[in-house]
Nanobody, 124 residues
Framework: QVRLVESGGGSVQAGGSLRLSCAVS????????VAWFRQAPGKEHEAVAR???????TYTDSVKGRFTISKDNAQNTLHLQMNSLQPEDTAMYYC??????????????????WGQGTQVTVSS
């Protein structure tokens, strides 16, 4: 059984930082696409960052230079370091895993496994 469990969300002021983690069991993330999505109230899911077997990350434009996605293969854990947080980053953040190795998609419906989400709230 595949299980993804996010942690690290919380409330911070603008300019602050948070580090999200996604502990994965029943599935090896080292060779496959994994991603962080977020969903703000009333909005669609947005692929924030994704990384596959190549370990070359892809970011949505609004977080480039502020967020960093990384894999800890030894711990089978995905991280998202978020710096210079802004109120518009407020959302529920989800980690997701896909069976493909390359060409990691930004489409929500192409990911096979999802965590339950962790809330990030940034106040101005």
């Amino acid at each position: 059984q595949v299980r993804l469990v996010e942690s690290g969300g919380g409330s911070v002021q603008a300019g602050g930082s948070l580090r999200l983690s996604c502990a994965v069991s029943g599935y090896t993330i080292s060779s496959n696409c994994v991603a962080w999505f977020r969903q703000a109230p009333g909005k669609e899911h947005e692929a924030v960052a994704r990384i596959g077997r190549s370990r070359i990350p892809t970011y949505t434009d609004s977080v480039k230079g502020r967020f960093t996605i990384s894999k800890d293969n030894a711990q089978n854990t995905l991280h998202l370091q978020m710096n210079s947080l802004q109120p518009e980053d407020t959302a529920m953040y989800y980690c997701a895993a896909d069976k493909r190795e390359y060409g990691c998609s930004a489409r929500k419906d192409e990911y096979d496994y999802w965590g339950q989400g962790t809330q990030v709230t940034v106040s101005s």
